[in-house]
């Protein structure tokens, strides 16, 4: 299970960018892929998955508004859509496997330990 973040790079406030996540050797199908950010010094945040499958999604609400998770099966890949960057999204941004965006509050949409590698989103004022 390989997955890995792109789409990253230095955008003005105001600015958009959209993240993608693709996945080798197996089919995202049958899995439930999130997003989550880790900026510099600062400890590893979750902010949103979605069912590959069925198209559910979950956003933790200091996330919701700015971003939006999408997947195309077509692709094969899962989606991360940034709006109106502000300085304080910079950060390393990475897709990983998940529990479902409807587990209980305690646990959706934790990492599940596939980790792809990330993409760093920097956002100059």
């Known amino acids: 299970v390989q997955l890995q973040a792109s789409g990253g790079g230095l955008v003005q406030a105001g600015g958009s960018l959209r993240l993608s996540c693709a996945a080798s050797g197996f089919i995202l199908d049958d899995y439930f892929i999130g997003w989550f950010r880790q900026a510099p010094g600062k400890e590893r945040e979750k902010i949103s998955c979605i069912s590959f499958h069925e198209g559910s999604t979950y956003y933790v609400p200091s996330m919701k508004g700015r971003f939006t998770i999408s997947r195309d099966k077509s692709k094969n890949m899962v989606y991360l859509q940034v709006d109106n960057l502000r300085p304080e999204d910079t950060a390393v941004y990475y897709c990983?496997?998940?529990?479902?965006?409807?587990?209980?509050?305690?646990?959706?949409?934790?990492?599940?330990?596939?980790w792809g590698t990330g993409t760093l989103v920097t956002v100059s004022s």
């Open positions: 990983a496997t998940t529990t479902p965006p409807y587990s209980d509050p305690a646990s959706r949409c934790s990492d599940t330990g596939n």
